[in-house]
């Protein structure tokens, strides 16, 4: 897996395969399936041959590199009843 993180935090936003493909511009990240309009190659970092938790949901789990922890500042969605 890889995962691109926000420079700023840490924070892991997105997590693929590793055979998806996809270009990090100055102005944004093109994926096969969508665009990210608020990353680019000055405010994220992709970490390659990663193995995310089990439970990983963006923005949930801070990534340093090595290893992984759950963000403080998560906060899980509520149940749909």
């Known amino acids: 897996m ?6 700023i935090n840490n924070l892991s936003v997105y ?3 590793d055979t998806v493909n996809f ?4 102005d944004k990240i093109t994926t096969p ?13 992709v970490h390659n041959n990663v193995t995310a938790p089990n439970d990983w949901v963006g ?8 290893s992984w922890s759950v963000s403080p ?6 149940e749909v009843s």
């Open 33 to 45: 399936t969508f665009i990210v309009s608020d990353l680019n190659s000055s405010n994220c970092t």
């Open 2 to 7: 890889k995962t691109i993180t926000k420079n």
């Open 15 to 17: 997590l693929f395969e």
């Open 59 to 66: 923005s949930k789990y801070i990534y340093d590199g090595s």
């Open 73 to 78: 500042d998560y906060t899980a969605p509520p």
């Open 23 to 26: 270009t990090i511009e100055a």
